[in-house]
């Protein structure tokens, strides 16, 4: 797996209650992630961080602009968390998790993902009866599950209480340490942004672009200290006056 | 509780019944008409119509006639439907074509059909279809337009495939709408089968009915169409309610 590299000149698109308009998404972007990088994408609501995610999936072509995800003439596999779970209703937790791979999905990583997740007592259950933090963590194994070469998550704990985020991301980020792939995740939140990544890219508001791209230096074994996250997120909010505006 | 009502409904649901075939049989008696034989009188014809072989082949004619279009109809119309639900170009130009074949009478049709292509059995088939394609079409373009984007992506961005979406992901949503065409199309289509029948066909049941009305035989009148009505009821019992069952097993 090699970098992958984005580079948005432009990026518009129009929206369904203002036809007659083009909404300005991305003005500029460019960036380059490496393999099994932890990248938190961080700005404010509505800035177009789920558009560039669509991007980078392929579910969407219309900009100005090249993507290269892996080396040329190769399709890399993504894994996508989006906002909402999107499992499928009709299938068991575990079909929605099996129907992912291409061939004979491999029962005993799927046994033990949903082990790690706290899941194997709900394997059999649908999805509409369970809780949207269960159904949250299907879709992070369902991800994890094809071992892809780019992990995307777009907002994987929003709507979720305080209590049912914190043990939902500490899940993702020690089955992240055992498989590190390369992540870009999306958040508006930078104490969860910092405990997470290994560098953080700020965005502003529509039109998109970078305000800041900035290292985490906190080593990895300490990320579960609150006092080192906090301590991090005022030096680099007094360092960096215009990332404090936009949060 | 539940069961009680439940007991308490098959109960209302045989009196009236009972009550029913006391009014008819008070009113055939008062009346003392073959115009209408007793509740009696019916399920006797019904019976010896039925040890003659008679009624069982004129019923698995039209059966099977109702196989053969009902079939029909509901695989080009989900084709067609699917379609023109996911393509708004397609619908657009379209549209009108199925504004006027959903207009067209029935029994328009059927003559056309006979006029063209002659009292041959798959004239006879093609009417039927014609008749309740567009019917379908509607219903399934409704469910295709309806299909969640969200889940689409979701199989898009994991790469599904076609075949795969198509199985898992949009089929299931289409199963509610595809109920409904096979319900309302049940009903539509066994209606005009009978007119098919009747208007060019030496067999099936309308064949029958129109012989017994030249006869004035009210009995077999009668006891064809209770069979009939009793095989339709069978189909929605042991086919269409579980169908049912199995596309909602899901849901909370």
């Given at each position: 797996m090699s970098d992958i590299r984005i580079n948005i000149i432009n990026k518009t698109y129009v929206l369904e209650h203002d036809r007659d308009h083009n909404h300005h998404a991305i003005a500029g972007l460019d960036f380059t992630v490496h393999p099994k990088q932890f990248v938190c994408l961080v700005g404010p609501s509505g800035c177009g961080k789920t558009t560039l995610l669509n991007m980078i999936a392929g579910l969407d072509h219309q900009y100005e602009g090249q993507i290269h995800k892996g080396q040329l003439g190769t399709t890399p596999s993504i894994g996508y968390v989006f906002q909402n779970p999107r499992l499928l209703p009709w299938y068991s937790i575990r079909q929605n998790i099996e129907l992912v791979f291409q061939h004979q999905p491999p029962v005993q990583l799927i046994d033990s993902l949903l082990d790690s997740m706290q899941l194997r007592d709900a394997q059999h259950q649908y999805p509409e009866r369970l809780s949207l933090g269960m159904q949250r963590r299907v879709a992070i194994i369902r991800a994890f599950a094809i071992n892809p070469d780019i992990l995307l998550m777009d907002e994987p704990f929003v709507s979720l209480d305080a209590p049912t985020a914190r043990q939902v991301r500490s899940l993702l980020y020690s089955l992240w340490r055992q498989r590190p792939h390369t992540v870009l995740f999306v958040t508006h939140d930078l104490r969860e942004a910092i405990a997470m990544a290994d560098r953080l890219i700020f965005l502003s508001p529509a039109p998109m672009r970078i305000l800041g791209d900035i290292e985490v230096t906190i080593a990895r074994d300490l990320r579960h200290n609150d006092n080192q996250i906090e301590a991090f997120r005022n030096q680099l909010l007094q360092n960096h006056s215009e990332i404090s505006g936009l949060l | 509780m539940l069961l009680e009502g439940q007991y308490r409904n098959q109960l209302l649901g045989t009196l009236s019944i009972v009550l029913l075939l006391a009014i008819w049989q008070a009113g055939a008696l008062a009346l003392s008409s073959p115009v209408l034989p007793t509740p009696w009188k019916v399920a006797l014809t019904f019976w010896q119509a039925t040890l003659s072989g008679e009624l069982p082949y004129h019923l698995g004619i039209t059966l099977s006639r109702l196989v053969c279009s009902f079939a029909l109809a509901m695989l080009l119309g989900c084709a067609i439907g699917i379609a023109l639900g996911k393509n708004k170009s397609l619908n657009a130009f379209f549209d009108h074509w199925l504004v006027i074949f959903l207009n067209i009478p029935a029994l328009v049709t059927i003559i056309l059909c006979y006029i063209w292509f002659g009292l041959v059995e798959w004239a006879a088939i093609l009417a039927v279809v014609v008749n309740k394609l567009p019917n379908v079409i509607v219903t399934i373009r409704e469910g295709a337009r309806a299909l969640d984007k969200d889940l689409l992506e979701m199989a898009e961005s994991y790469r599904f495939g076609r075949r795969k979406t198509l199985q898992h992901v949009i089929w299931p949503q289409l199963q509610p709408y595809v109920m409904a065409a096979t319900r309302s199309g049940l009903a539509l289509i066994w209606k005009i089968i009978l007119v098919v029948e009747l208007l060019?066909?030496?067999?099936g049941m309308g064949f029958q009915l129109h012989s017994f009305f030249q006869l004035f035989d009210v009995a077999s009148l009668l006891a064809y169409s209770f069979a009939f009505v009793a095989v339709i009821q069978l189909i929605e019992v042991l086919v269409l309610k579980p169908m049912d069952r199995n596309t909602q097993r899901w849901r909370r």
């Open positions: - | 060019g066909r030496s067999n």
